[in-house]
Structures are given as C-alpha cells and as structure tokens.
C-alpha cells in the first residue's frame, strides 16, 4: 500500500497503466480541496510493491496486462453470487460518478430511501476505484472525473440472494469524441464471457425550460452502442438534478383542470419545500395523510391522456397494477421533431409537474418512515403501488421534456421494459440523496438478477 | 509548421473539456483536476512530454472555477525534437490566452527566433538554483518549487533553462498539488554539475542582470557538464558502452569510435540522450571540443592551481601593505606624495574632503553631477584614482576606513581607474565596497543592489542579509554576485 501522493508522484508506472487510459498523461491530482488527503489516503501500490511470484493476492489484484487494480468482484467467483455488469454513460457534469457512489454506498441519512435501512438491501463496496478510493469518489461529489474511465465494484444482499455488481463509469467527455474506444470499452465490459446479465444506464439531467438545450442528445450515443450491447442488456435512464425544478402556478392550473379530485392535495405538497437539516415531519404530515397512489393513478392517467398517449393505468382490489393502450393515438409513424399535444404540459407547467414528482418521492420516503416497522415491509405492504405510480409518472414525464431536446422520448416509449429513475437531492449539491437504493433494486431487477 | 496552437475550455453545454485536439484533452486532464479554483495560484506554466504521441506541449493551466476539476489551458505543441528553448523568451504571450499572441508564437518557435521578452529575475533565483544543486548531489531528481505569489511563477521557465536539467528531456510544472507546487524535472545529465553550486548558481544569474540571457544559456549548459566525478562517471561510461554495443553498427571503424567515445566522453556529453548516440556525431562533436575528459580534468586543475596561488599572493601582499602602513604611516605618506606628485594630499590617512559639504545622499537624482564636483574639489583633477583607491581598500583592510564619507571618492575612484586594474584587484575592491555598504548602509548609485538602491534599499539589504549574497552591478555594467561572508566575487 502507498500513499496516494506517492501513487501520484511514482517516478515510473507501468506504462500499460496509461496506455489502457489513453491518452492520460499522468496519474490525476487530487482537487485542490482534498491535498490534505494525499497523505492520509493509501492505494494498492503498483506491481513492484507485490510479493514475487504471486500475481494476486487474496484482497487486491491487478489486471496482469494493464496492472490496473481490479475490484474482487472483476475476479473472484465464489459460484453462489448472481454475476451484474453495469456501465454508465452520460455527458459531462450529469451527475454519474455521484449516482453510482450515492447508489453503493450507504448515506448517512437514510430517511429519503426508499428501502435502504432495512437489512434486507445492504451494499458493501470494494474500498478502491483506482485511482481514487470509495471514500475519495464520495467526497468529490460534483467534482469533475478525470479519469477516463472507473472500475467500481460492489456486492449487494437483496434478501438471501448476494448479487456481484462489477460497474464501469465512463467519463462524460469521452463519449464525445473517441467514441470507437469508449464503445468498445463498454462493449468489452458488458459482453465478459463470465457475465450472467448487465445493463446500461443512461444519466440524463433535468434543465428548466428556461434554459436553451444546448446539450448534445444522448439518445446518438445509446443508439450507436445498442447495436453492439448483448442481447439480455437492460437499459434505464437516471433522470438526475430534479431538485432544481420549480414548482409554479401554471403547473397548479394545470391540476386544476385535469386533476380536479386530487389537485389541492397535490398543490399542497408541492408548495412544501424540502429544505435539508429541519425535521420534515410535522410540516409533511397533514399532506402525507391525503397521497396514496390512487392519486398518483389519477395524476400518471391526466399526464398520459394529455400528451397525446391513450395510457390508462389502473389498479384492481388486490393492488396490482392494469395498463391498458400503450399506443399513440394516431397509427403513423411519428413525426420528426417536438411532437406534442396541445393539452400536455409544457414549459413552466412541465417544470411544476416535474417539481411536484420530486416531493411525491419524498412523500414517499417520510410515510414509510412514519411506519412502525421495517422500510422493506412498507415496501411490500403498501409502498409497491405507490412507487409504481411515481415510476410511471417519471416516465411520462421524461417523454414530454426529453422530446423537444431530442432525447430518449421515442426510445422509452417504444419499450416497455425502458425504466426512468427521477434522481434528486434534499438539501442541494452536498445534500443527501433521494431513492438512490431504488435504482440499484430496480436496475437488478430489470436486469432479472433479482425477483 | 513544426509547433501548432491549441486552447482546450470547459464548457457543459457542449460536453465539457473541449478543445481543437481531444488526445490533448486526456492528457492534460490529470494536471486540471487539482488545480485551485480562486485566488492569486491558480494555475501555471507547463512544458511536458507526452506519453501516447511524440509531442511535446509548451503552454499554461489554470483552473476554470465553475467545477472542481474543470480547467482551461492554451499553447503550442510540437514534435519532442524539436528545440523549444526558446519558448521562455515568449513568456508574457504564454501567460494570457490570445488566440493571435500564440499563433504568433508558433510560429516564431517553428523559425527558431527568440521573443526577447523574458520573464523578470526572480530575487531568488540564485538561492534557488543553488538549491536545485544542493539536492541534485543528494540524489533528488525532481525537483519542487513552492509557488507562494504569482511572481514566483517566473522562477520556473529560468529553472527550466539554467538549471541542471538537460533541457532536451527537462519538465516544467505542470501545477500538481495545492497549496500551488510547480515541479522541475526531466534527466538530469550524468555528471555531477558543479563542486560549488552556489558558485556556479550566482556566475549563471550574473549574466541575467546583466541582459546577456544567451550567455547565460551557455554558461548554464558548460557547467551542466563540468567537473567530472570519476566515480560519478563509471556508471555512465558503462551505460554508453551498453548503448553502443546494443547499436551494433555495421562496420567496425564505426564501433571503435563508439568505444572510443564512450571511454574517453567529451565536457558537454549528453549522457542523457544515450539512445541517439551516433559515432559521426561523437567524434564530430570531439574534434570541435579538442579533448576528451582526461584533458578537461587536467585543465580545471591547472586553473584551480592557479587561482589558488593567485589568492595566496594577494594575501601577502595585503597583510604587508596593512602591517606597513600601521607601522610607518609616515613612511607611507611620504611614498604615496612621492609617487604621485600631482595630487595635493593634505591628509593621507583620513582622506578628508574639503570644506565644502558633501552632497545629500537622499538626493539620488543629482548624485551623478554631485559626486564629480565632490571628487574634484576634493582631490583636484589630476588625481591618481587607482592609487587612491589602492590606499583606501587598504584602510578598509586593516578596519580604518572613515563612514560613508569617502565611500563615493573610492566609487569615482574605481570608475575612472577601472580600466588599469587587474581582475582580481578589481573584485578585491568591490568586495571591500559592499562589505563597507552592508556594513554601514549607506546609499549610493554607483553601486545598485538589485538595480533599485536607493528606492527601497532597506529591502534590499534585508535580503541581501538573508541570502547571503548581493548582486552588483556597476552603472557600467554588470560587475558580479557577491558572497557576503567571504567577499568572493562571482561573474566575469
């Protein structure tokens, strides 16, 4: 083990190291915030610090080509645990790094998950993503990725079954440019012989309509790497930065019209404003009393009807959930371009909407909390058809904003089994996430690792 | 063109890092992430070789602020052949981005012409150089700079060109850690650079006061290789000789005078740029330094000898000058009246001026007319100054010499008589002189510390006091460092 700044300042790494990050130069300094950690944090050293004759050892190994350090879960098969890759791409400052550690790792304040305080979802991390450790990644939450690419790797108990997550997190910009080399590196992760399923997640991040689109649509990117992913691969969507929608009073005419039944309730909620370090709960409470998911049924049908989707949803006395018509209107195929009815929300009005799913996830989260009893059995009990209904929300809702942008509207549309995770935080940048362990639950399960 | 622009920004609309050249981007990645996001440091200067292409990039960094790990950074970049020692005389065009300003330097690089805009003398460049030095004979082969105020950053492109880096494989920054470091690295040559590095450090920064950076340059690059250690020397004698049997050239002419070469290496060798060893080369370069090692070392010890015998003399003399005139001080009035009939003496052991009060020292402007009127008046036009001044470093000697009075006569003195002095007669006095001055402070523009006596001398002296050497330099021109313990004058 070698301290980061003598990882750093190693005269002579092995230059397959490099080669395999091209075309980085150098080992990357760490933010100029965190010099103090360059001495306190140690990393597996290179080869030459490695007893001779022995190509691992029983924690750490590296890649005997590349020498990059390989989490256990790349190389060691232990028969009884489900094998998941997972790789991650977005553009730039979009928010993967900090979703995939708020995913792994457990957060301090665990009253926004949805499940994660029981013991029946736990995440335990490799402690290095070479360069950085866990810990590092966490901390530089919001910091730019300098490193091409990251190997994370994690093991998650989901009841009595262990599942082995090895995930890549590719930097944003590399899928700008040197497309061929970051496909092929996602390609070659997903694809491992060993591998029993995988799945991709494609981060997105939420912009006011405000706000020019001026990104790139990411939809180009997943579209070149579908063709080559493996049969079996999921894909999902993180729809992250929610936090930064605002609420606003078209949205609330909006509910008016179209949601009559349920609309005080809802503009209620949305009206409270989730503001980190106070006790949420004797502010929340009188609303959380009034949304369940028949409300939520309500809001996903009025949002569904409006943007030009006969998508009824309903719920029979059991709870379970009926879809019916998941077809445009009209047979054609769709039109190039924005494609929107007149009646859906848009604009300030999809904004609103989009601000009001983010406190119906935290509604969520402080119900189950209220619950005498474990999250997990909430969960199972009465949370399912409610975390259902935000599922679809978020769904319809990401159709309506990412169409104008060019996004991945026609893509979730077109396949059912396309999940879009509203991703936010309580309490802004440095906050505490919200639903993150959904993510993890749902991406398992999409990918049919978990039940 | 052989050196082409580039400019990379952060910009997340359009994806972030973007640039004229993404293998750039990744490979300046690591050097953006650590950067600080506001203040004075945030970036700085860079020259690094690229690991996945055979370019090299000249330019700065700095961090952009919006996001922890984003930076901006612009310059040129070439292929490693080429000869980039030029980029430090283009400096105030790297500090700033403008897309004309590095065009234009490109394109004087390509063409080898020199941008004769050189970054100031840092105060401590010699007490860094030294340094550098001092670690290099400890084994240390990169080396640290700390950068405290922007100012600081100037040190590194002179580091860069005179320090005992080969230039051909040295390093320039990039910034790496917070608070704000700048390394210097690269091979260093083979040979132990100097046995005196403060020596050696002050001769070289002479030369830049003196604006004579080309000279500078040369300096620096001899003493990179002098004074060669044979046991220093063994290791890389047998490096060249592996080097030169792995070439296996094809005939044997060719292999002999590798072998040649390798025993026998000539002063400036780059031993560092082993792999381009080429007998033509070698023997070229050789005939052109008109020796080998051997003849070197036989040559550096002759001149010690020689200055050492040279010192031992002057000693002599100046005890039996000093024990003379403090045993027959009549006598000595007398030779001197003797010797130098014109100047009417009135009193030779003091050196009194006449009745006319000396000039305001405060008045700095008028001290040029001022100091003329005073010497004649004093001592008449027909004065011997280079007896005079003679007589007064004797005084000074022997711990005889009056304030600050005579201390403009004596400069006058060593102005006008400069000319018949012999170079260790003239450090002599020099060295007299700015003990004097440090001793007793007093002012004068005849004498500039850092160029700038007179405005803030109170600094200059302090620091001068702290690195223990002060740089002098005459209104003539450049005269030397000065070592303030032992009065040694470096320079020419």
């Known amino acids: 083990m070698v301290t980061y700044d003598a990882f750093m300042n190693a005269s002579k790494p092995p230059p397959e190291w490099f080669d395999v990050r091209k075309p980085l130069n150098d080992v990357p300094a760490l933010p100029a915030a965190m010099t103090a950690r360059t001495q306190t944090t140690r990393l597996p050293g290179w080869d030459k610090d490695r007893k001779k004759g022995s190509d691992r050892d029983t924690v750490h190994c590296r890649c005997k080509q590349c020498h990059s350090l390989l989490p256990p879960q790349f190389w060691r098969n232990d028969g009884s645990s489900s094998d998941f890759a997972l790789a991650v791409i977005g553009y730039a400052e979009v928010g993967k790094t900090t979703w995939l550690t708020h995913m792994f790792t457990p957060p301090s304040d665990t009253r926004f998950e949805m499940i994660r305080d029981s013991e029946n979802l736990v995440a335990f991390s490799y402690d290095y993503a070479e360069p950085y450790t866990i810990e590092l990644l966490s901390l530089m939450r919001g910091a730019r990725t300098s490193i091409p690419w990251t190997l994370l790797g994690t093991t998650v108990k989901r009841d009595r079954q262990r599942v082995v997550i090895r995930t890549l997190d590719i930097r944003g910009e590399h899928l700008l440019s040197a497309d061929a080399e970051a496909r092929a590196v996602i390609t070659r992760h997903l694809t491992m012989k060993h591998r029993r399923s995988a799945a991709l997640l494609v981060v997105d991040r939420f912009e006011p309509h405000t706000q020019t689109p001026t990104r790139l649509p990411i939809s180009q990117v997943y579209h070149n790497l579908q063709g080559r992913l493996p049969d079996p691969a999921w894909s999902g969507v993180v729809w992250t930065y929610l936090d930064v929608a605002q609420w606003t009073q078209e949205a609330a005419d909006w509910l008016g019209i179209h949601v009559p039944a349920h609309a005080l309730r809802l503009i209620e909620l949305a009206g409270l404003d989730p503001v980190l370090g106070q006790d949420l709960y004797p502010r929340w409470q009188p609303v959380l009393d009034g949304i369940d998911a028949t409300v939520l049924m309500a809001l996903v049908n009025a949002v569904s009807l409006t943007s030009g989707y006969r998508d009824f949803v309903t719920q029979d006395d059991s709870g379970k959930w009926y879809r019916f018509g998941r077809k445009p209107q009209t047979q054609q195929p769709a039109p190039a371009g924005p494609r929107v009815a007149p009646g859906a929300p848009t604009g300030p009005t999809l904004d609103g909407l989009i601000a009001l799913l983010f406190r119906l996830q935290i509604a969520y989260s402080l119900k189950a909390g209220l619950f005498q009893g474990d999250k997990d059995v909430y969960f199972l009990k009465e949370g399912f058809p409610y975390c259902n209904g935000i599922s679809d929300l978020a769904r319809e809702l990401y159709c309506l904003w990412s169409r104008p942008r060019g996004a991945l509207a026609d893509m979730v549309r077109r396949n059912a089994g396309f999940k879009v995770f509203p991703c936010g935080m309580v309490g802004g940048k440095d906050g505490v996430s919200v639903w993150s362990d959904a993510i993890l639950l749902e991406a398992m399960g999409g990918a049919g690792v978990t039940s | ?492």
């Open chain 2, 1 to 492: 063109m052989a050196f082409r622009t580039f400019h990379i920004d952060y910009d997340a609309s359009r994806g972030g890092q973007v640039g004229d050249d993404d293998s750039l981007i990744g490979a300046l990645d690591a050097y953006g992430a650590g950067l600080e996001r506001s203040g004075e440091l945030t970036g700085g200067p860079l020259l690094i070789r690229l690991r996945s292409s055979d370019d090299l990039v000249v330019g700065w960094i700095r961090s952009k602020g919006e996001r922890e790990g984003t930076y901006e950074a612009w310059g040129v970049t070439g292929p490693q052949t080429e000869d980039v020692s030029t980029w430090v005389s283009y400096w105030p065009m790297f500090k700033e981005y403008r897309c004309d300003d590095l065009k234009a330097v490109a394109s004087g690089m390509t063409q080898r012409k020199t941008g004769n805009i050189y970054p100031a003398v840092p105060d401590n460049l010699a007490s860094e150089l030294t340094r550098i030095a001092a670690a290099y004979d400890r084994g240390e082969r990169t080396f640290v700079t700390a950068v405290n105020s922007a100012v600081d950053l100037e040190l590194l492109p002179w580091l860069w060109l005179l320090g005992p880096v080969e230039s051909c494989t040295a390093t320039v920054g990039p910034p790496r850690q917070s608070p704000l470091s700048l390394t210097y690295q690269g091979q260093v040559g083979a040979v132990p650079i100097c046995p005196e590095p403060e020596r050696w450090a002050l001769e070289i920064v002479n030369y830049l006061h003196a604006d004579e950076v080309e000279s500078g340059m040369k300096q620096a690059r001899s003493l990179r290789g002098k004074k060669l250690n044979p046991s220093q020397l063994a290791p890389a004698l047998s490096s060249v000789k592996q080097e030169s049997a792995a070439a296996k050239p094809a005939d044997g002419k060719a292999a002999a005078a590798i072998v040649a070469a390798a025993a026998n290496p000539g002063p400036d060798h780059p031993f560092t740029d082993e792999t381009n060893v080429k007998p033509g080369w070698i023997k070229k370069v050789w005939r052109r330094r008109g020796g080998g090692i051997e003849k070197q070392r036989r040559l550096s010890l002759r001149t010690e000898l020689r200055g050492l015998r040279l010192r031992l003399n002057v000693a002599l003399m100046l005890l039996g000058a000093i024990l003379l005139i403090n045993a027959y001080p009549h006598l000595w009035q007398t030779a001197l009246s003797n010797q130098v009939p014109n100047v009417r003496v009135t009193q030779p052991q003091v050196l009194q001026p006449s009745s006319s009060p000396p000039p305001s020292r405060s008045d700095n402007s008028n001290i040029a007319e001022t100091d003329t009127a005073y010497c004649a008046s004093s001592f008449g036009s027909l004065v011997d100054q280079r007896r005079l001044a003679e007589a007064f470093v004797k005084r000074l000697a022997a711990r005889s010499a009056p304030a600050t009075q005579n201390f403009t006569d004596f400069l006058k003195a060593l102005r006008e008589g400069q000319r018949l002095w012999t170079p260790a007669e003239r450090r002599r006095v020099i060295g007299a002189a700015v003990q004097l001055y440090l001793n007793q402070e007093c002012l004068t523009s005849s004498i500039r510390i850092d160029g700038v006596l007179g405005e803030t001398s109170k600094t200059a002296l302090e620091r001068c006091r702290q690195t223990k050497t002060v740089p002098v330099t005459s209104e003539e021109g450049a005269l030397g460092w000065l070592c303030t313990e032992c009065a040694h004058l470096g320079g020419r």
